[in-house]
């Protein structure tokens, strides 16, 4: 887990590349009936309009509002770790679907228009299963591996170091 805010953006922003990429293909491939090669390169153009929406609402909003409802929910001194992380992740899922898709709806699938709430909740029904999926499943455990090998904590000064018999 970060320790400071520099690691916390570090994680945010590994995050938000599994993430958001991943549903940008999955909704690529919705749009275009089915999956092909095209859509990991189509997917290339919307990232960097999504991502940065992505991160901002992670960030600023969704993590800190997961962790409060989290921290009133688990104690880290007493509970299990693993309820901690899934409780977290479970509450950045509940609310960064229907908001990333309702900037997809709005910036991807023509604005504010007639048909603008229904298309909204439609994506965010088709959005949940594959982000819950790929959160708890792939890019959760992924993505705190990567972070952990990046930040890895050093031994501490006093252990003893192993000697080669001479």
Known sequence: MPKNL????????????????????????????????????????????????AFILDFV????????????LFNPQKDNPLFIVLSISICSIWFMCPLMSLAATLIFKGGFHAQ??????????????????WQLLFAGPVVRRIFGLIFRQK??????KEQAAA
Request: hydrophobic content about 55%.
């Open 6 to 53: 520099f690691q916390e953006v570090v994680l945010t922003v590994i995050m938000v590349f599994v993430m958001v990429y991943a549903l940008i293909c999955y909704n690529i491939s919705l749009a275009m009936g089915g999956l092909s090669n095209v859509v990991f390169l189509n997917a290339f153009h919307e990232l960097p309009i999504m991502a940065p929406v």
């Open 61 to 72: 909003i969704v993590g800190p509002l997961a962790k409060k409802i989290t921290f009133r």
């Open 116 to 133: 603008t709430v229904s298309v909204w909740l439609q994506t965010t029904a088709l959005n949940y299963p594959m982000a819950t999926f």
């Open 155 to 160: 031994k501490e000064a006093g252990a003893p």
